[in-house]
């Protein structure tokens, strides 16, 4: 991987800057707004464990891990310590772009989400502003020195393990310039990019879900001796009215028809 020793030491140190606050600001939005619907029991967030994106979670169990050095979540190149489909949600911010195994850690995040578990990602796009920066400059400090996947192959990448896109969005429209005072004189950018260049900001944020084909419902095979045991009085008492009243119009019917005589 490139060298990301100089400028920022890390992505946590980028985000305190005024282009990073920028960017953190608008995924942080995202993530409280999109894990706030997703139900479930167990949550784990990949990468930054210094920013709480599960704050909006609804989830009981709310589990952080990452190496806070260059976000390479270098504890799961073997294994992540949770079991099979134990988890509802996993959070992934700007892990696989500053990581050797990116697809290793996807597998690992299919293995231990359960079915139609959700999996949410941030990564930078290189298909902007902010991919053009990295293109014609030097790659030193985060984030530059990160290896951005454009949003294509990710989804490829998703699809072979099984995951359905079901939402999504694109933020940071204005170019990655340094100062806030900067930033704010392209805030018509920001306001104008979802309608005119949707596919163009800094970064995009993509939620997932695991699907599981071939998996239906089964059945019980009802004991039907046990079940007219275990039926309510009601109907069993209709079932014997009716039974009773079909019993006593055969017998009127019997005695009732006529006779045929000898001739």
Known sequence: MPDCKSTAQNLSEWFATEQGGYVLAREQAYFDRTVADI???NALQLG????????GSRMPLR????????NDVRLICAELPFESASLDLVVMPHVLE????????????????????SLIITGFNPRSLWGLHRTLGRRKGYPWCGQFIALPRLKDWLALLGFEVVGGRFAAYA???????WLERFAFMERAGDRW????????CLHAVKRVHGMRLIKPQWNEGLVSRLMPA??????????????AQQSWAIRNQPKVGRN
């Open 197 to 204: 260049w949707a596919v163009s900001g800094g970064v995009y």
């Open 48 to 55: 930054l464990p210094e920013h709480d994106f599960l704050r």
């Open 98 to 117: 500053f990581s050797e195994h990116p697809h290793h850690i996807l597998r690992e995040v299919e293995r231990v989400l359960m079915p139609e578990g």
């Open 63 to 70: 589990f952080s891990a990452g190496n806070q050095v260059g």
């Open 234 to 247: 009601a109907p069993k008492l209709n079932n014997r009215i009716t039974h009773c009243e079909g019993t």
């Open 39 to 41: 139900f479930g029991f």
């Open 175 to 181: 170019p990655p310039v340094h100062q806030s005072k």
